[in-house]
């Protein structure tokens, strides 16, 4: 084992787990089953110097920027047979090492920004809008915190939008740990890293062991329950998912039939016709309404009929927001989506 052993990211595609989902295909016994996923990229750990280059930093920094969320995966055991870059172990200086060289990269890319519209800005009073919100992120980036740990205008939002900045990422801390410090829930690292990361960002820390899930992947079904059963322990796998779903703010609607049950991932507060142009871009232009009845409402009557007989399957409009767990059937007009011939 040596540093740097990982350099070309690696990706999987994890589905979100859903008891709802699983529900509506034993409902419906569809011919094609499609749930939510996240696709999840294997970059490697950055080391100090990152945002200079140090240790192939600035292409891990480049891997980091193309994502939309961060899970920071915190080293908190010892081992002698896999080489730590920085020689002991000590999670809190590792810590400090990432949140120092994202900020380090941040005020770069934002400093850059702001040259580059420097001119037009004495000129041109959007440019200074721009620029003088650019200097604000810079002077609060300087503070050494990161960007998503400040309360922004919306006018500031839409301009951070435009920088896809590291320290605005949303992020979740997993500590991992050996299989036994997971399955006794316990390590002297927990309170030190909770206490950290409550002072600088307040974010979700989950304790995984990455040795004992590649145990339980390797084991039979049978074995692994068995297995589960008698430490008293199971895979957090599912959890790390879903705390990453929520915490880039999606949730999904269903479509769900004979032919189909499939889940539509959106961002949290869309309106129907928005969430209708997730299907097709047709749906949206062309949107009529949005026949909804809840996931709740279906599993308590048992069928769509009898939740039109109990007053629950219901028509909305474009104002409508979309809720986690919606069933949804879209009516739309079919021509507004068909662009005019030229003469």
Request: hydrophobic share 40%; net charge negative; proline share 3%.
């Amino acid at each position: 084992n040596f540093p740097f052993c990982t350099i070309d990211p690696s990706e999987a595609r994890i589905n979100v787990p859903d008891e709802r989902f699983n529900w509506l295909c034993e409902l419906y016994k569809p011919k094609s089953q499609v749930p939510a996923f996240l696709s999840i990229h294997d970059i490697a750990g950055l080391v100090k110097g990152a945002a200079e280059g140090e240790g192939l930093g600035n292409a891990f920094l480049s891997h980091i920027k193309a994502t939309d969320g961060i899970y920071h995966m915190i080293r908190v055991f010892d081992d002698v047979e896999i080489t730590h870059v920085e020689g002991e172990l000590d999670p809190i200086r590792d810590l400090e090492i990432i949140h120092r060289e994202l900020v380090k990269k941040d005020l770069e890319f934002v400093t850059g920004a702001m040259s580059r519209i420097e001119r037009e800005a004495r000129t041109n009073k959007q440019k200074k809008g721009e620029y003088d919100t650019f200097e604000k992120i810079r002077a609060f980036l300087e503070t050494g915190r990161q960007v998503r740990c400040h309360q922004w205008s919306q006018k500031e939002v839409e301009v951070l939008n435009t920088l896809q900045l590291l320290t605005a990422k949303s992020a979740i801390y997993l500590l991992n740990m050996t299989p036994q410090d997971y399955i006794r829930k316990k390590n002297k690292w927990i309170p030190k890293i909770k206490q950290w990361v409550d002072d600088h960002t307040g974010e979700p820390i989950i304790p995984v062991s990455a040795a004992l899930e590649q145990q339980l992947l390797d084991m039979p079904d049978d074995e692994r329950r068995a297995f589960c059963a008698a430490q008293q322990t199971s895979s957090c796998l599912d959890k790390v998912v879903v705390a990453g779903y929520r915490a880039l703010n999606l949730a999904h609607f269903f479509t769900a039939g004979t032919d189909e049950v499939k889940c539509w991932t959106i961002q949290a507060g869309t309106k129907a016709p928005q969430a209708a142009g997730r299907i097709h871009t047709d749906f949206e232009r062309g949107f009529i309404c949005a026949e909804v009845m809840r996931f709740e409402d279906l599993r308590e009557h048992g069928s769509e009929a009898d939740v039109k007989a109990a007053g629950k399957y219901k028509q909305q409009g474009k104002e409508y927001t979309v809720l986690d767990g919606d069933i949804i059937y879209f009516k739309f007009n079919a021509g507004a989506g068909l662009s005019a011939k030229k003469k």
